[in-house]
């Protein structure tokens, strides 16, 4: 296949700035520059059809549209690298491999949006891939491609690294702009969204980092290449699938969209640890529902993983075997979400507690039947939540109720887990 993300990657150091510009790097910015409006730019992102990699996966030029381009004042756009969901670390391996092409595709998505200004929020364990991203755009500024009149052009924007103090809740947009102005990182109300009412105030756009980095490519190749990158109609490009847990190769890769589930597992992946029988998987980081072995032949992209029962997300597969405990999974994950609610509403901050002391009654064989009531409960009365967190927290929990109740009611009427020795 065809890579695009990973198409510098060295196997034992990043790509150096002379590298990237020997292999074709930057080409597209002056490509933009020299012969295409903003609006051609934003044209073609809207036509190859990318869609949003932190998870939404909300169409990333129909995201763009949204920026009023009659307003005054400052417009910004921010990079969300703050990636802390468990079992998702792509940004993270394009960061450490190379951080020029998010810092092209940032440029890029500022020329066509108008911004002056950009930022990126990185999470402030990413030690790595924030001096990667220093560098990168020190060099960017020092070549002319970063700064003041790009490329001798009439175009001048400036990006800046933003080191986030290590909240979850800070990759909820709102929140993340919050952080920047130095409040407290709770969502903000929608509407207005950011796209109009944002940082300071002033127009905002919000996109992961896999997202901005794909924009050198559809730039110089076209809307119609990158469609073709895909397996099939749904999707579009190449997707980082980051798969960890119960495989033999854990790893972060680069496939087509709409490749099926089995075939990550049984290629990149090398199939499962040990032998051992696929049980189930979580597609999308934490805060998605799990897939069983009837969705092995699934195709990875968004809508159809969304008709399957679950969501694409951000890519980051963690695969479970037979004779792992999904419940003490569920009940691990829960935890998380629970520590890092903000606890700015009331169904989040007192509804995530609760279902991880129910789920550790039952893991710890002191459940009543009287419980799975109670969890179905929840997961419909944390969807009143502020934001979002509260739901994606409650996905995985949804998917062990919908396929393994059994394990659920197991744990239940013996009294203890039944796959503790």
């Not at 951000?314 to 075997?321: A, H, L, P, R, T």
């Amino acid at each position: 296949m065809e890579l695009l993300l990973f198409k510098h990657n060295r196997p034992d150091r990043p790509v150096t700035f002379a590298e990237y510009r020997d292999e074709g790097g930057f080409q597209a910015l002056q490509k933009a520059l020299s012969g295409m409006s903003p609006g051609d730019v934003q044209q073609t992102v809207m036509d190859s059809g990318l869609r949003g990699r932190g998870g939404a996966g909300f169409p990333t030029g129909k995201k763009w549209s949204f920026v009023p381009r009659d307003l005054p004042g400052p417009r910004w756009l921010i990079c969300n690298c703050d990636e802390m969901e468990p079992g998702t670390y792509k940004d993270r391996a394009l960061l450490e491999h190379n951080p020029y092409s998010l810092i092209e595709g940032m440029t890029l998505a500022c020329y066509a949006l108008g911004v002056r200004h950009a930022f990126i929020f990185i999470r402030k364990g990413y030690e790595q891939a924030a001096r990667n991203l220093s560098l990168a755009i020190a060099e960017a500024k020092e070549a002319g491609l970063l700064g003041e009149r790009i490329c001798g052009s009439e175009f001048s924007t400036d990006i800046d690294l933003h080191l986030s103090a290590g909240r979850y809740i800070c990759g909820e947009e709102t929140a993340l702009i919050n952080a920047l102005e130095g409040k407290r990182p709770n969502p903000r109300s929608k509407p207005p969204f950011p796209a109009v009412k944002g940082l300071w105030n002033g127009p905002t756009v919000v996109n992961n980092v896999e997202t901005l980095a794909n924009i050198p490519a559809i730039i110089a190749n076209g809307a119609a290449w990158f469609k073709g990158l895909a397996l099939n109609s749904e999707g579009a490009g190449t997707k980082l699938f980051c798969v960890s847990g119960a495989v033999a190769n854990r790893a972060c890769f680069e496939l087509p969209i709409g490749t099926p589930l089995g075939e990550i597992i049984d290629g990149p992946c090398g199939g499962m640890r040990g032998g051992k029988k696929f049980k189930a998987c979580i597609p999308g980081g934490a805060s998605t529902q799990f897939l069983t072995a009837e969705h092995l032949q699934v195709p990875m992209d968004f809508d159809t993983v969304a008709k399957a029962g679950s969501r694409l997300g951000s890519g980051g597969i963690i695969v479970f075997e037979e004779g792992q405990c999904l419940v003490a999974a569920t009940l691990n994950l829960i935890t998380f979400f629970a520590r890092e609610s903000c606890g700015w509403c009331t169904p989040c901050r007192e509804g995530l507690p609760f279902v991880k002391e129910i789920l550790h009654r039952i893991e710890a064989g002191r459940g009543e039947q009287r419980d799975l009531g109670l969890l179905r409960e929840h997961i419909k009365y944390l969807s009143y939540s502020f934001c979002a967190l509260a739901p994606g927290a409650m996905a995985p929990l949804e998917g062990l109720l919908t396929h393994f109740e059994d394990e659920v009611r197991e744990h239940i009427v013996k009294g203890s887990c039944p796959f503790k020795a």
